[in-house]
């Protein structure tokens, strides 16, 4: 297959793009064209990959490889299944949204936009990374790596709390991702005494998983699996993403929750079921009862929070439940629905992020109860706030719905209670979007935040009175053109999903194959 | 059984049956002009809304007349469009099943949608988003078009979520409210704990049958062990009591009020509501195999009219009596498909006659309303029957078909579903055809109130002031309201003789719900339940003359105080408070705990253990300057975790 020159060029591209802004720093305008002309040609690459990716050909496609560190059998080595190839599309296709949606960020002080959106682009390259390597050392790296633009660009870009917010980040990560080298290492021990060389190739590790003892295993798994257990996250390591979010710039926030969160979930999938099926079996109920415990603990949280963005943090955390439940229940529809549902956070959550910053923006406060009656001000505003909550609450008809609903269908014959628990989340979720709707856009129009402190009935700031004028305005050109892709997809993949499917099912297929687990319902015979 | 009757095979597609999927597309993209264009399209997007329905009720009718062409045997046919969710043995298809229970239901609902519709140019002229409202009405009249037309029961779930929010948005239509924001929220969230059941249903579909097709499920529900089809029979009924008002998730329903008139009668009213009677309906082959599901979907049914009606008696609310008419009425459909082969057709014609009436009724509610400033108590009303006599004359035909008053309509479909209910065997029999006949009572007892306290007696309006402090000058609506009345008038007076004249409409739907039966003999005989039911009606509405109507009567403008048994129909019999306890409190109290927990705890135990464990590497980022160099001392910290883990491997 040619397009060996794809992955390479997906994954430098945005580098390069990255050197130049920072070098166009001092221009805010020149720098801000060059972020967002380096992020549409990432995109259009992006749809050549997709164009090129063949569904049902090998398992990683668009391969290439190149020696690193021969000693130790590093190769730099590139490769994308359809999972790994919906995910790094989703990064393409968010990150020039948020560069839109930063281009008139208010930045701390002595910060350039030139110097935010350069890191935005180096971080492109580093998640691109995560989901194209195929030499276990090279994804670890990866991994690491995207903790250093992440954490440049909370810790200085960051609302008022930013030093704290990104410290906790670095932490948390960091351990996870010590604990995660220490079983990298322990797997190029084991491939050693297995094959006589010690290898980091993925496709080979997954050969020689089924010789390891259950036990080797289930110490190694572990590794991997607080790393991206804290990644993704499971309660009770989530502690770290509402402060991370909260104090993030708007558009990191996005691809923080959107994209770096699904390293944890993809994790689970390429490196825990594939390489370590029995461990992965031994563990999955522990990780039932976290997912399960996420949904519900995760949604009654997003319902308590006074902070919008706090706010949203908390609906992905019980988001992440429900990806988590679908992969480790085991079933081509429940994993299929896991893949696709880390697609539509990203774009829903995405939108819900990008909605209260806009509406942030206008107010200047994140506190639910500075806010009253905004959709009067800004009724598009306020339509939009809608089409991303409802996006969040899985309404059919649009494109989570579908990824939860596969979620749940499939996750049903092999855990009816787990997922019956989960189903409760459906309500919760209504619960949380209509309450935070109707707290900042229904009633009359009020709060700190919209209407003057010094309003009262009769004053200029009072809404009701006739000489009142808001300096609240609705959504701009700019603001209306990074939301429009959004909503058409939630929409899209809403109606029409098979494209996506199609992409995702073949490579799940095949990680069940992997991890040696088979399908609870099949085609019935003489079936359509 | 009754199965025998069902079209085992579909019918060829072909004539103008190809184009169906132009119902559904019509009002999505009347919807999708009118919410997108925004202000462009204020000055014509009433007339574009109207039209899409109109025209999808045109073309509703030509394919009615182009089936009614058809063997019964050939009605039952499908419309692929494309496969919308496939997964490996999960085969999700988006497609249209037209059969005589959709087809009816999509005259019904386009029908009753357009001179709703019409009504509302009228109604919302002075709103500033009329176009708005007419671009929801549009969402809605699309969704409960998909609803029924869907050939699966996920197509259903995707209607039926569809209409839960297009009812959201119209219920907070005017969401500067704070009260219709309420409301709507609570609508929205009692339909999603329904919703709940019916997702468990279609789970247990998929994990039992492989499946969520209608012919799929429908043809092997047979294999399905008892325990499972009652389950998926119970699962379902609780997806039905969500959007239909039954008990115990009724109470959302008179809170929807807040929302517009046009938006009770249609969709709190004629069709949205109504969309349960039709699940169940159209899951007869699953429900024909569990009684004991069916008993409860009875019971269910029988509970649910008698609080519709008990309540109904004790509000002074114009629209919130008829919801819990609407409550009520629908219970008696519930009931009547409860009784399976005898009553699926009967509770279809009701529910059909109903969509005449009630739509009629808040129509001549929101006549009413409109010339009396939105005034909504009844007891600032009385003596209106002068002042606005269409309104009159039509509200008075649908209040006459309501309480069953002979010929008119209610009395066909009601008597009828009365009548199976007595024809149940032993204490069946007593109990729900007692319950139905108690119920028409007091449903003639609370509208003969509303009819008095409304439309006779003292102008009590005329020294009162509306909330807005201008004085009431109630008049005439004008023909744009009106005629849409008096075309539903005919209909309130009419359509049940005309559906149930020779048992045309059970003919008609048998190729979907099977051959209607009729008990032999229940526990009274066949002709004393028209008498009886009659004669039951009509002392319930001689008390409510009695107490409200006669001369000597003052009705006070203030609610007086009183009983117990009133004042707990006052409170809803105590639902609200009980939802309150067992629910909304509950979960406030265990998020406020999670706070604490998640701030308190969680936080402090996990990232305290996170800070000892990378305590190093935090320690040495204060002292040190480089933040690289700290990483890179961390990770030569953690070379030692990693030699740990070695020896681990090495000798586990």
């Keep these: ?170 932490l948390y990560s960091l351990l996870g991702g010590l604990i995660m080298l220490a079983s990298v290492i322990g797997v190029y021990v084991t491939s050693a005494d297995v094959l006589g060389k010690g290898t980091f190739e993925w496709a080979k590790l997954a050969e020689i998983s089924k010789d390891l003892s259950p036990t080797a295993q289930f110490w190694l798994f572990l590794g991997f699996f607080v790393a991206f257990a804290i990644k993704a996250p499971l309660v009770p390591l989530h502690t770290w993403l509402p402060d991370s979010a909260a104090e993030a710039p708007v558009g990191v926030g996005v691809l923080l929750v959107g994209v770096l969160d699904k390293v944890g979930t993809f994790g689970f999938l390429r490196y825990g079921l594939s390489l370590f099926p029995e461990a992965s079996k031994q563990l999955a109920p522990l990780v039932l009862v976290l997912a399960v415990i996420g949904i519900l603990y995760g949604a009654f949280l997003a319902f308590g929070q006074s ?153 200029a700031t009072d809404p009701e009175s006739d000489t009142f004028k808001s300096k609240i305005a609705d959504l701009s050109r700019r603001e209306l053109i990074v939301l429009a892709p959004l909503v058409a997809l939630i929409i899209g993949l809403g109606v029409y999903p098979k494209p996506v499917l199609d992409v995702i099912t073949p490579s799940v297929t095949a990680t069940m194959t992997e991890a040696g687990v088979t399908d609870p319902v099949v085609a019935q015979e003489g079936d359509k | 059984m009754t199965s025998t009757y069902l079209a085992a095979e579909l019918g060829p597609v072909d004539g103008i049956a190809q184009y169906a999927w132009l119902l559904v597309a019509l009002p999505l993209l009347g919807a999708a002009i009118l919410l997108i264009g925004g202000r462009r399209t204020d000055r014509w997007g009433h007339l574009l809304g109207s039209a899409t329905v109109i025209a999808a009720f045109g073309y509703g009718l030509a394919l009615f007349f182009s089936v009614l062409g058809l063997d019964p045997e050939q009605r039952t046919r499908e419309v692929s469009l494309f496969s919308w969710i496939p997964v490996e043995a999960l085969k999700v298809d988006f497609g249209l099943r037209l059969d005589p229970l959709s087809v009816t239901f999509v005259l019904l609902i386009t029908g009753v949608g357009s001179l709703i519709h019409i009504y509302s140019i009228g109604y919302m002229s002075h709103d500033e988003n009329r176009r708005k409202f007419f671009g929801h009405l549009n969402l809605f009249v699309g969704a409960m078009l998909i609803l029924v037309l869907g050939n699966s029961f996920v197509t259903l779930y995707l209607g039926w979520e569809g209409v839960g929010l297009a009812s959201y948005l119209l219920i907070s239509f005017w969401q500067h409210k704070p009260s219709a924001a309420e409301a709507a929220k609570k609508a929205f969230l009692m339909n999603r704990v329904g919703d709940i059941g019916l997702a468990v249903a279609i789970f247990l579909m998929f994990a039992n049958l492989g499946t969520t097709q209608y012919t799929e499920v429908f043809e092997r529900a047979g294999e399905l062990s008892g325990g499972v089809v009652l389950a998926i029979a119970l699962m379902l009924l609780l997806g039905a009591c969500g959007k239909s008002g039954q008990f115990p998730l009724q109470a959302w329903l008179p809170d929807a009020m807040e929302g517009p008139t046009p938006v009770s009668a249609l969709i709190h009213a004629a069709t949205m509501v109504t969309a349960g009677v039709y699940l169940i309906a159209r899951s007869n082959p699953i429900y024909d195999l569990t009684p004991d599901g069916r008993l409860v979907v009875t019971i269910i049914g029988a509970l649910t009219l008698l609080i519709g009606c008990v309540i109904g008696c ?38 059909l006659t109903h969509g005449f009436f009630k739509a009629g009724l808040f129509l001549g509610a929101g006549s009413v309303m409109h010339g009396m400033n939105d005034e909504g108590d009844i007891r600032r009303m009385g003596g209106l029957a002068r002042k606005m006599p269409i309104t009159f004359v039509t509200w008075g035909l649908g209040y006459l078909a309501l309480i069953g008053f002979p010929f008119l309509s209610g009395y066909y479909s009601k008597d009828a579903i009365i009548e199976a209910a007595f024809g149940q065997e032993g204490w069946r029999g007593w109990v729900f055809g007692g319950a139905a006949v108690f119920g028409a009572a007091l449903t003639a007892f609370y509208m003969t109130r509303l009819m008095l306290l409304v439309f006779f007696g003292e102008k009590r309006w005329e020294n009162l002031k509306s909330a807005d402090g201008r004085a009431y000058d109630p008049h005439e609506s004008p023909k744009s309201m009106t005629v849409p009345m008096i075309i539903l008038a005919f209909g309130s007076v009419f359509a049940g003789f005309l559906l149930s004249n020779g048992g045309l409409l059970s003919g008609w739907l048998a190729p979907s719900l099977g051959k209607l039966q009729v008990a032999e003999h229940g526990v009274i005989p066949h002709a004393v339940v028209p008498l009886l039911t009659v004669a039951l009606s009509a002392l319930g509405a001689l008390v409510a003359w009695l107490i409200f109507g006669r001369k000597s009567v003052r009705v006070p403008v203030e609610r007086p105080a009183a009983s117990w048994p009133v004042r707990a129909a006052r409170a809803d019999l105590y639902t609200n408070a009980l939802n309150d306890w067992l629910v909304v409190k509950p979960s406030l109290l265990l998020t406020r705990a999670f706070l604490v927990v998640d701030n308190k705890g969680v936080d402090g135990i996990v990232t305290g253990t996170a800070t000892v464990l990378g305590g190093g590497s935090s320690v040495l980022r204060r002292t040190q300057t480089g933040f690289v160099r700290s990483y890179a001392l961390s990770m030569l910290g953690g070379s030692v975790l990693v030699i740990a883990a070695m020896l681990v491997v090495r000798f586990a």
């Design chain 1, 1 to 170: 297959m040619s397009g060996a020159f794809l992955l390479p060029a997906l994954l430098f591209l945005p580098l390069v793009g990255g050197v130049v802004v920072a070098l166009l720093r001092n221009n805010d305008k020149l720098a801000k064209l060059a972020a967002l002309g380096f992020s549409l040609g990432e995109l259009v690459l992006a749809v050549f990959a997709w164009i090129a990716f063949d569904a049902n050909g090998a398992r990683l496609q668009l391969t290439s490889s190149v020696e690193w560190i021969p000693q130790f059998g590093v190769n730099f080595a590139l490769g994308v299944d359809g999972i790994a190839l919906v995910m790094i599309a989703l990064i393409a296709f968010l990150v020039p949204i948020v560069i839109g949606a930063s281009w008139e960020e208010k930045l701390p002080e002595g910060r350039t936009l030139g110097g935010f959106l350069s890191l935005i682009l180096v971080m492109e390259t580093f998640m691109v990374g995560v989901f194209a390597a195929t030499d276990v050392f090279l994804f670890y790296v990866f991994f690491e790596a995207m903790l250093i633009p992440a954490y440049f660009l909370i810790g200085r870009f960051g609302g008022p709390r930013r030093t704290y917010a990104a410290m906790k980040f670095f």
């Design chain 1, 307 to 459: 902070d919008m963005k706090r706010f949203v943090a908390f609906t992905s955390i019980a988001h992440f439940g429900f990806i988590a439940l679908g992969i480790f229940a085991f079933s081509s529809q429940s994993i299929s629905g896991s893949v696709l549902y880390m697609v539509n956070h990203g774009i829903s959550t995405g939108m819900l992020f990008l909605v209260v910053g806009m509406v942030m923006a206008r107010g200047g406060s994140r506190q639910f109860a500075d806010y009253g009656g905004m959709a009067k001000l800004t009724p598009v505003l306020g339509g939009l706030f809608l089409v991303a909550g409802l996006s969040s609450l899985a309404l059919p008809g649009t494109n989570s719905f579908v990824s939860e609903f596969l979620v749940l269908v499939g996750s049903f014959p092999n855990e009816p209670v787990f997922t019956i628990l989960a189903s409760v989340g459906m309500v919760l979720a209504a619960l949380y979007v209509l309450r935070a709707y109707q707290q900042i856009m229904q009633g009359p129009v009020r709060g700190t935040a919209l209407v003057g402190l010094a309003g009262g009935p009769g004053s």
């Design chain 2, 314 to 351: 004790a509000y002074d609310d114009f629209k919130k009596v008829l919801a819990y008419s609407t409550v009520s009425q629908i219970g008696y459909m519930v009931l009547a498909v409860g009784l399976g082969p005898f009553g699926y057709a009967l509770g279809i014609m009701h529910l």
